[in-house]
């Protein structure tokens, strides 16, 4: 059976588009401080994880390693961003914006793949029967 693979740039890249405009501001420094937030790599890194995690895993060297490794992770990633870069995200023209959108999440999926490895490993598995997380209706 073949393994199952995951658009984990794509996955990222839609992130971009559910992410608060209140968080890209922060990243770009063009928030009302008009400085980098440090705690908006910190929300996005979580918003991320939480939407990669509901059909895959991530391990390290053959073990498993937990959401908080990961998010820090990217956190660490996405505060590299130079600003120039996250500038373009929040700017009028969809064009630019986008393009700057695909392009930093092709960089974030590389370097998740370049760190982790990536496993067929859903956080919640709702069983085989189809009958969600609260399990049969009696």
Same mark, same amino acid.
């Given at each position: 059976?073949?393994?199952?693979e995951? +658009?984990?740039?794509?996955?990222? %890249?839609? @992130?971009? *588009?559910?992410?608060?405009? /209140?968080?890209?501001?922060?990243?770009?420094?063009?928030?009302?401080?008009?400085?980098?937030?440090?705690?908006?790599?910190?929300?996005?890194?979580?918003?991320?994880?939480?939407?990669?995690r509901?059909?895959?895993?991530?391990?390290?060297?053959?073990?498993?390693?937990? +959401?908080?490794?990961?998010?820090? %992770?990217? @956190?660490? *990633?996405?505060?590299?961003? /130079?600003?120039?870069?996250?500038a373009?995200?929040?700017?009028?023209?969809?064009?630019?914006?986008?393009?700057?959108?695909?392009?930093?999440?092709?960089?974030l999926?590389?370097?998740?793949?370049?760190e982790?490895?990536?496993?067929?490993?859903?956080?919640?598995?709702?069983?085989?029967?189809?009958?969600?997380?609260?399990?049969?209706?009696?």
């Open positions: 059976m073949a393994k199952p995951y +658009d984990i740039e794509g996955a990222i %890249f839609i @992130r971009f *588009a559910m992410v608060g405009r /209140p968080v890209l501001n922060g990243l770009a420094a063009k928030g009302q401080r008009r400085r980098r937030d440090p705690q908006c790599p910190t929300l996005f890194a979580r918003d991320i994880v939480k939407a990669l509901s059909q895959i895993g991530f391990r390290r060297r053959g073990e498993a390693v937990d +959401d908080a490794t990961v998010q820090e %992770f990217l @956190r660490a *990633a996405i505060w590299a961003i /130079p600003i120039e870069d996250c373009v995200l929040v700017g009028i023209d969809a064009t630019p914006r986008d393009a700057a959108k695909r392009d930093i999440a092709k960089r999926a590389e370097q998740l793949k370049a982790f490895e990536i496993v067929h490993d859903p956080a919640f598995h709702h069983g085989d029967s189809g009958t969600g997380p609260l399990g049969p209706r009696r």
